[in-house]
Structures are given as structure tokens and as C-alpha cells.
């Protein structure tokens, strides 16, 4: 159980253009999913914190509106990298967590998708 | 801010023994949640053992046991009989509950080669 999957697993797409990432609870209904960006060799730096419902809580230098994030269902949330640039390439993930049972703070990941921007 | 540091960018360990990842952090807080997740080449990053600051036993599930001091603020990983599927990024993580969403630390990871 407690499966997340993400979609696509790498983009490829021209400078200019917007890219939709989605992340999906498969078996669970998830409130709250989390969006991170990870560098090359590098740790995964939370982006945004994703509500059931209601606006995206954003990390301090993170931009809005070039990431738009929508959690319109509660096991669908979605990253929209908008007018993407070469600098926008890394490697996004999603997580999520299960809000049946007691709390336990796992979160189960997605499989990230590579974004390549030329 | 709560900040995690590995020290250890890159270990290497000879199958069947042990290791050891080293792992401290910085807060003011006094209750919260620590982490270790797997990240394999290719793959989905997954939990190996989960520490709750007010506990003061360290955790342990199956091959993989925790170091927890509190007071140090350190919180190192071992694994024990290591085998050729443990080689993956090893990251430490921290976590404190906030009505926003709890927000996940991590730090830069460990990259762990297990020889054959």
C-alpha cells in the first residue's frame, strides 16, 4: 500500500513552454503532498507544500507563479513549470502522506520526473 | 531553521559487514521526528527507520538500527550485515509538525556503495 506515482518520469521540452508534472496517491487519500526539487548529486529542497482544497504554501524564494501547483482531488496534485527555461532542468519529486492511522510523519515518494529544458 | 548535515558524502562497505552513517542537526525544537530514507539508483526514495525525539530508545528495524542523542543532536544510521541491494543515497531527515504541512529536512545524503 501507499503507492505514489508520478507522470511523466522525464520531459523534455523547448525554452518558453509550459510542463505539467502530476503525482497521484494510487491506494490513499492523501491531504497534503509535497513538492521538491533535487540538483544533481544533490538533497531534495522542499518547493511547496500542496493543501487538499486550497492554495499551495510556497518555500521562501520559491517562485509562484512559475510553479504552479494545483491539488484539486485528494489523490491528485500537479506541478505546472510555466514558461520553462534551460535553469528550470532538475529533478522533481512529489511525496505524500497517508492521513489514515495514527501519525507517523513517513511520506512515500514519487519516482520524480526529469525535466530538461533546452 | 532546523539544518541536517552529513559529513559523509561517500562511503563504500564490503558485503556482509557493517556501517555506520553519520547524521546531526540543528534545532530549537524539542519535539520532533527524524528520518532515514533510501534513495536506490533509478528509483523511488523509501523509508528505512524512523526515530521520535521524545523516545529515547533508539529504533531499529531488522538490519538497520539508530544512534539517537538527543542532547548531541545527532542521529546516525547502522547498518548491519550489509548487502549488495543496501548500495543507494542514504539521506537523514527531520521533521516538524506545522498546521501548514509538515515540512521534511533533508540533508545532502550519503552515497553508499556496497562491494561485492
Known amino acids: 500500500g501507499a503507492v505514489v506515482s508520478q507522470h511523466p518520469s522525464w520531459v523534455i521540452c523547448k525554452s518558453g513552454t509550459s510542463v505539467k508534472i502530476e503525482c497521484r496517491s494510487l491506494d490513499f487519500q492523501a491531504t497534503t503532498m509535497f513538492w521538491y526539487r533535487q540538483f544533481p548529486k544533490q538533497s531534495l529542497m522542499l518547493m511547496a507544500t500542496?493543501?487538499?482544497?486550497?492554495?499551495?504554501?510556497?518555500e521562501q524564494g520559491v517562485e509562484k507563479d512559475k510553479f504552479l501547483i494545483n491539488h484539486a482531488s485528494l489523490t491528485l496534485s500537479t506541478l505546472t513549470v510555466t514558461s520553462a527555461h534551460p535553469e528550470d532542468s532538475s529533478f522533481y519529486i512529489c511525496?505524500?502522506?497517508?492521513?489514515?492511522?495514527?501519525?507517523?510523519?513517513?511520506?512515500?515518494f514519487g519516482e520524480g520526473s526529469r525535466l530538461t529544458v533546452l | 531553521a532546523q539544518t541536517v548535515t552529513q559529513s559523509q558524502p561517500e562511503m563504500s562497505v564490503q558485503e556482509a559487514e557493517t556501517v555506520t552513517l553519520s547524521c546531526t542537526y540543528d534545532?530549537?525544537?524539542?519535539?520532533?521526528?527524524l528520518f532515514w530514507y533510501k534513495q536506490p539508483p533509478s528509483r523511488q526514495m523509501i523509508l528505512v527507520i524512523r526515530q521520535e525525539a521524545y523516545k529515547q530508545q533508539n529504533a531499529t528495524e531488522n538490519r538497520f538500527s539508530v544512534n539517537f542523542q538527543k542532547a548531541a543532536k545527532s542521529f546516525s544510521l547502522k547498518i548491519s550485515d550489509s548487502q549488495l541491494g543496501d548500495t543507494a543515497m542514504y539521506f537523514c531527515?527531520?521533521?516538524?509538525?506545522?498546521?501548514?504541512?509538515?515540512?521534511?529536512?533533508f540533508g545532502t545524503g550519503t552515497r553508499l556503495a556496497v562491494r561485492p
Open positions: 500542496s493543501n487538499e482544497g486550497s492554495k499551495a504554501t510556497y
Open positions: 534545532t530549537s525544537e524539542s519535539n520532533y521526528y
Open positions: 511525496s505524500a502522506a497517508t492521513t489514515s492511522g495514527s501519525f507517523t510523519g513517513e511520506l512515500f
Open positions: 531527515a527531520f521533521m516538524k509538525r506545522r498546521s501548514s504541512g509538515d515540512k521534511l529536512t
